[in-house]
């Protein structure tokens, strides 16, 4: 198994551009999340989905998209990239359920200049 | 809303030294608590986790951390560290909605 799979690991954006972070899990994780995280704030979560088709807000989604179209896959969207923008971004899967624990990615640093 | 506090930011101790990093949270109900460790460069790996029974946990690596209700608290512990301990510990609380709240993080160096 390969666990939790982001791609890429670095990325430099111009303040404007847009790109999608990719995030993929063949563990067959029902609850998938977006984090990200800053010095001194911990991870705080943009977005989550507890299944196909099903999204929501996290506590800092604005900026940012996601949708759910299959189970393994949970790609976040930045339209309009921002400087404050500019942090290390975690996806992260468990299975929906209580009494489970969360499985990272290796994260994505990300650069808005 | 559900918060995670951590005491510490920045914690430096020398290697053999014993560690104590404080987590409290804050919701009344049935919790589950984790701590989780980030290497230097690496992702966030689990430590140990707490669901329910024995509140005193033991994890990877010699960490233990003991769950009080009462306090509302899940303290990280460690006997002796050593200069590999040298990371971020994050504690992380999921108090219903499958939503994991994260502290603030706490960066501990040891000193060789």
């Known amino acids: 198994n390969a666990g939790v799979t982001q791609t890429p690991k670095f990325q430099v954006l111009k303040t404007g551009q847009s790109m999608t972070l990719q995030c993929a899990q063949d563990?067959?994780?029902?609850?998938m999340s977006w984090y990200r995280q800053d010095p001194g704030m911990g991870l705080r979560l943009i977005h989550y989905?507890?299944?196909?088709?099903?999204?929501d807000q996290g506590e800092v989604p604005n900026g940012y998209n996601v949708s759910r179209s299959t189970t393994e896959d949970f790609p976040l969207r930045l339209l309009s990239a921002a400087p404050s923008q500019t942090s290390v971004y975690f996806c992260?899967?468990?299975?929906?359920?209580?009494?489970?624990?969360?499985?990272f990615g290796q994260g994505t640093r990300l650069t808005v200049v | 809303a559900q918060s995670v506090s951590q005491h510490n930011h920045h914690v430096i101790l020398s290697e053999a030294a014993s560690l104590e990093l404080g987590c409290n949270y804050s919701?009344?109900?049935?919790?589950?608590l984790f701590w989780y460790v980030q290497y230097p460069g690496q992702h966030l790996q689990l430590l140990l986790k707490?669901?329910?029974?024995?509140?005193l946990v033991k994890g990877i690596k010699g960490f233990e951390a003991e769950f009080i209700k009462s306090k509302f608290s899940f303290n990280l512990r460690k006997p002796s560290v050593q200069w590999s301990d040298t990371a971020e510990y994050f504690c992380?609380?999921?108090?219903?909605?499958?939503?994991?709240?994260f502290g603030a993080g706490t960066i501990l160096r040891v000193k060789s």
């Open positions: 992260a899967s468990r299975r929906f359920r209580e009494n489970t624990e969360a499985f």
């Open positions: 563990m067959n994780h029902e609850y």
């Open positions: 989905s507890v299944g196909a088709g099903i999204t």
């Open positions: 919701y009344g109900g049935t919790v589950n």
């Open positions: 707490y669901f329910s029974g024995d509140p």
């Open positions: 992380a609380v999921n108090a219903g909605g499958n939503k994991l709240v």
